[in-house]
């Protein structure tokens, strides 16, 4: 069953639709991550389902409830944003049991919620140390136990990432799916890192000027990128028009293999980096390679073709070629998407 549930929803600022009629539904312990460029209408999302911004048109509904003039602290959610600061006056403890206290649990009953919770985040017995003592990573922590101490129903998260450096985030980002997996807590989370997002979500959902541009588990977005919108801002490069006839599509590349059932006509198509293999020069398109980046264990390589736009192409460490090589390229079938004009 739906936890959460958007019908319609609408939000306009003057001269701007922050939201457009959207639907969305989150289901009961699922996690879903928003992912979008800057201004697609994220944070407004996550502050209409708390009750911090009030919709045009529409409905948010928790379990199965509307939540029209419902006020933010009788909705049940939690919150954990970018820039909220944890209290610096209080230790971390302090911290912590606001939530339960302002609710009216008793003192004890606070300090076990504490100590139980400082455990699952991964900072046993931390309770007495002072705020400003943390490292980034561990106010993270505190901040997320202080989001979760008062048992909410929903827990939303803004960038909750945002400002730790990567290798950081991405240890915290296993952790954290871990942790919502034991308490099978109903995520919402909003990032503009898809890494972040992949790694995180039972679901993506992908905005675009205020709209769902797409949504699915992680690997099928991935795998295919609904538009040319989506490809774009998951990274990929080589995204072409193409006149696609007879499971061939003539590209400024040349002849690309698309997948069988592909339909005909004029459209665009996506060959993903790990489609463009590469050759000995001789053999299919003749290009020169113009740049190289390590990414661990591949290495992209940025390709000059004899004919049409930059290509991307992804390959084994081993047989990186130089740059200034001249090499060929031929497509792989799997790996062109087809896309919507
Ligand atoms: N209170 C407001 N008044 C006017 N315009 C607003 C207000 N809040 C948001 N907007 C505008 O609505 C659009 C969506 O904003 P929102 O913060 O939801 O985007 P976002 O996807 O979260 O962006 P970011 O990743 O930069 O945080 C933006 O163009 C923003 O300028």
Known sequence: MALLELRGVTVRFPGHTALDAVDLEVAEHETVCVLGPSGSGKSTLLR???????????????????????????????????????????????????????????????????????????LPGAARRPVASLSGGEQQRVALARALAPSPRLL???????????????????????????????????????GEAFALADRVVVMHRGRIAQEGPPAEVWQ????????????????????????????????VPVPPGTAEGPGRVLIRPSGVRLSSPGEGLRCTVSARTFRGDHVVVLLRPEAGPELEAACPLREAPAEGDAVGVVFVPGEVVPLPC
């Not at 029209?68 to 971390?92: E, I, K, S, W």
């Not at 080589?238 to 007879?246: H, P």
């Open 224 to 255: 295919r990128p609904a538009s040319e919108f989506v490809a774009r801002f998951l990274g990929f490069r080589n995204v072409v028009e193409a006149g696609i006839q007879e499971g061939t599509a003539r590209t400024p590349w040349g002849p």
């Open 48 to 122: 209409v389902v708390a009750g911090l911004q009030e919709a045009e048109a529409g409905r948010v509904l928790l379990a199965g409830r509307d939540q029209t003039g419902v006020p933010a602290h009788r909705r049940g959610v939690g919150l954990m944003f970018q820039d909220q600061q944890l209290f610096p006056q209080r230790d971390v403890g302090g911290n912590i049991a606001f939530g339960p206290r302002v609710r009216g649990a008793g003192r004890a009953e606070a300090e076990r919620r504490t100590a139980e919770l400082l455990e699952l985040v991964g």
């Open 156 to 194: 939303m998260l803004d960038e909750p990432l945002g400002q730790l450096d990567r290798g950081l985030r991405e240890r915290l980002v296993v952790e954290l799916r871990g942790l919502f997996r034991r308490l099978g807590t109903t995520v919402l989370a909003v990032t503009h890192d898809q």
